[in-house]
């Protein structure tokens, strides 16, 4: 479970191809920190640390990682955000991430907005997952690359985002440009809700 607050960039180093999986090795400041087993999230992607050595750390991502997500996109020198696990005896600062990313969009529109900037995302209309709780209201929640937001002017298959300057620095949001694909995760109480109409 995570917060969709990033704590920091991890930046690829290795990527080795392994039948339908690839394995990431990666480097930030928490590498002595971490734990075999312990759950990372990567662009909002939860996996798995399966090899740490000195100041770098593995994780592994799966087909079905890589057909939901932009992890097979990723280059070595590529910015990654990452979050560790959620803490239970702190502040829930986000909204409940739970690191499993729906689908990728696609960056459409960056506008300036004095000082912060908008981006516009679009994604795969598909009216039986919106059904499942695939979809975006305005003022919901909404994880872009693992950050936590706030959903502006969604429609069927867009939705905007405001990012704020520390979060364009502190977040890979620095790199993303017109044409670039994001991870998402739609809020995990829209889907229950949404589960549980279906269900009538």
Avoid at 38 to 54: E, F, K, P, R, Y
Avoid at 81 to 101: F, P
């Amino acid at each position: 479970m995570f917060s969709g607050i990033i704590e920091e960039f991890a930046t690829v180093t290795n990527i080795r191809h392994d039948r339908e999986n690839i394995d990431l090795t990666l480097t930030c400041s928490f590498v002595n920190e971490l734990k075999i087993d312990q759950s990372v999230a990567h662009n909002g992607v939860c996996l798995t640390v399966v090899a740490i050595d000195g100041n770098q750390y593995t994780v592994t991502a799966m087909k079905e990682t890589l057909d939901r997500s932009n992890l097979g996109l990723l280059k070595v020198g590529d910015r990654v955000n990452v979050e560790r696990s959620m803490l239970m005896n702190g502040r829930l600062d986000g909204h409940i991430v739970q690191g499993h990313v729906d689908a990728t969009a696609r960056c459409v529109e960056m506008k300036d907005a004095d000082g912060s900037t908008y981006f516009t995302f679009e994604y795969k209309a598909d009216k039986e997952m919106a059904q499942r709780g695939y979809f975006t209201v305005d003022k919901g929640s909404v994880t872009v690359n693992g950050v936590s937001l706030t959903v502006c002017n969604p429609t069927d298959n867009r939705f905007s985002v405001a990012i704020i300057p520390y979060t364009m620095e502190h977040t890979n949001f620095c790199d993303i440009k017109v044409g670039s694909t994001v991870n998402l995760e739609f809020d995990i109480i829209g889907k229950y809700i949404a589960r549980l109409s279906a269900c009538r």
